[in-house]
């Protein structure tokens, strides 16, 4: 007896089997014995079954899914008492960590209603995610440290579905969405896996070509943006897929359009406006717009937000600094679009961004052999938090500073110069 998977009518089946095959042999490369954690919405079932199938197909030792539930979350948000927002599931992370330690791959479907706690107590929220995230920072080190081989998808929940396109009907808006899905994901041609080999190809060339270029800065420039990212001592560009330092290549998000490194967080100047709204932890901030000095934020301001915004920055030191910069096209297929998701793995791959917090220890020259502590010497930052948000456009120019002051065009009107 076969058992299908329950799919929205609305979704073509084989085309999310295609994103659940994907996910495992470009997402993550997952090798035979190898563990894999799963989590995901309660929504996303479908995908994890797919990708549960591809996985033990492709030799995988054992898959555990572990699923979140919209109804639950806000549930505590209604009913909880006070000091439940000071808690968080460390012992599940703590598993999860030595999960990885023991040589397990990571597997993130995204797809949450990125609006759902929209109309809850913005200091509960607050205090909700800083737990949370202290909790998971053993195994966040994991992931960020490129320690294991790692993946993050989408599936077109109903409930993201109608935040995007909220003039259609359910059905039409899920299926609008898993089409854009699609279509960035790379799984609505013929053979997706060499689709993904030929974009990885073309990745691969521009980070090649900023790493012989070997900038000490980039200097954005656009409406409300007239900011200096000082780039970290030995910092390296990449783009696409990576090879983690269990020695497994993977391609950490599905979809990816950019290239990116690590900043010095001690060497941004200048101040920056954001170009898309950021979407966090159900939460919209819009029209952020901050001042650097000595590579901490000093003033922050959002049209919309701003007090979530200011609470993020003040998660810990590190929250005020950089730990990424990210180059993307404008005419980047996500761009071209002309849809916000309202997901940062889908408008990140949109727009050049910025991530405050957590730098990427591969995004240094032998990054696999430095400690923290040579790390953090070379400009790395270190955070609870690692929030990208979005600064491209196709009025933003870039040029590369060199280490002696000259400059070179990196991209004009949003493109590729």
Not at 146 to 153: K, L, P, S, T
Not at 195 to 218: D, I, M, P, V, Y
Request: charged share 20%; proline share 5%; with cysteine.
């Amino acid at each position: 007896m076969t058992i299908v998977p329950n799919i929205q009518t609305s979704i073509d089946p084989i085309k999310l089997e295609k994103l659940g095959e994907v996910a495992v042999k470009v997402g993550l490369g997952l090798e035979k014995g190898q563990d894999l954690v799963i989590t995901a919405p309660i929504a996303a079932l479908p995908l994890v079954r797919f990708i549960t199938k591809h996985a033990y197909m492709a030799g995988a030792g054992l898959v555990s899914a572990f699923y979140s539930d919209e109804e639950t979350t806000l549930a505590r948000y209604q009913h909880a008492p006070d000091a439940s927002f000071d808690k968080a599931s460390g012992w599940l992370y703590e598993g999860m960590a030595k999960a990885y330690e023991n040589g397990a791959a990571r597997l993130a479907i995204a797809g949450d209603n990125p609006m759902l706690l929209s109309e809850q107590d913005p200091a509960k929220v607050a205090r909700a995610n800083k737990a949370n995230s202290m909790a998971y920072k053993p195994a966040l080190e994991k992931i960020a440290n490129f320690d294991i081989n790692w993946n993050i998808v989408s599936y077109p929940n109903p409930s993201w579905a109608r935040q995007v396109f909220p003039d259609l009907p359910e059905d039409a808006s899920v299926a609008k969405l898993a089409e854009a899905i699609f279509a960035a994901s790379r799984v609505n041609v013929a053979d997706p896996v060499a689709a993904w080999a030929e974009h990885n190809a073309n990745l691969r060339k521009r980070s090649s070509w900023l790493n012989g270029e070997r900038f000490a800065a980039l200097h954005f420039t656009g409406p409300g943006t007239d900011l200096t990212v000082g780039l970290a001592d030995g910092h390296e560009w990449h783009g696409g897929a990576s090879t983690a330092k269990n020695g497994i290549t993977c391609n950490p998000n599905i979809p990816t359009e950019e290239v990116f490194t690590t900043p010095h967080a001690l060497k941004v100047e200048g101040h920056v406006s954001s170009t898309k709204p950021l979407s966090h932890q159900g939460t919209l901030i819009d029209n952020i717009q901050v001042r650097f000095e000595g590579g901490r934020i000093v003033e922050a301001k959002a049209s919309k937000g701003e007090e979530v915004l200011n609470k993020v920055l003040d998660t810990d030191e590190g929250a005020r600094r950089l730990g990424e910069v990210a180059l993307v096209p404008h005419s980047s297929p996500i761009s071209a679009s002309g849809i916000l998701f309202y997901n940062t793995l889908f408008d990140e791959n949109a727009s050049c961004h910025i991530a405050l917090g957590q730098c990427y220890s591969k995004c240094f020259l032998n990054g696999a052999s430095l400690t923290q502590e040579e790390i953090k010497a070379q400009g790395g930052n270190s955070s609870l938090i690692h929030i990208d948000w979005m600064i491209g456009s196709d009025k933003v120019d870039i040029d590369g500073i060199k280490p002696d002051g000259s400059k070179v065009p990196v991209m004009r009107r949003g493109e590729w110069a």
